[in-house]
C-alpha cells in the first residue's frame, strides 16, 4: 500500500473533530484545490485580489469544481488547481463557501 492509501485508509475512520486537530485551518494567498487533501475536511482562508476574505470547505470545492477540473490538462497531470484572483463560479456558487468578508472600506478625509 502506498503512503497516500494509508493517509486516505486513516482519514476514512477519523471524526471530523480529529480532523481539525490534525488539519487545523490554514489561510493561504490564492485559492487551492489538491486531490492528495480530499478527505481531510480542510477550511481554507485566502484573500481575493478585490480585497474580500473568503473561507471554504476544501472538500465541498473540490466536489464542485470536478466537473470542470477533469478537462483541465493541469489538473489531468498534477492534481493540483490554484487561482489567485477570486475562488472559481462554481465554488462560489456552492455550499462549500463558509464565509466572505467584504473589506473594511476607509473613511476618506475631508
Not at 471530523?16 to 485559492?31: A, D, H, L
Request: aromatic share 8%; glycine share 2%.
Amino acid at each position: 500500500m502506498t503512503k497516500q492509501e494509508l493517509i486516505t485508509q486513516a482519514l476514512k475512520t477519523m471524526s471530523i473533530e480529529e480532523k481539525r486537530k490534525v488539519f487545523p485551518p490554514m489561510t493561504r494567498k490564492n485559492f487551492v484545490i489538491r486531490e492528495s487533501w480530499l478527505g481531510r475536511n480542510q477550511i481554507i482562508t485566502f484573500t481575493n485580489k478585490k480585497g474580500q476574505t473568503i473561507t471554504y470547505d476544501h472538500d465541498k470545492a473540490l466536489e464542485s469544481m470536478l466537473p470542470t477540473l477533469q478537462f483541465s490538462p493541469n489538473w489531468l497531470k498534477r492534481k493540483y488547481w490554484s487561482q489567485s484572483t477570486n475562488c472559481p463560479r462554481p465554488v462560489l456558487n456552492s455550499d462549500s463557501i463558509i464565509e466572505v468578508v467584504e473589506p473594511k472600506k476607509s473613511k476618506s478625509k475631508k
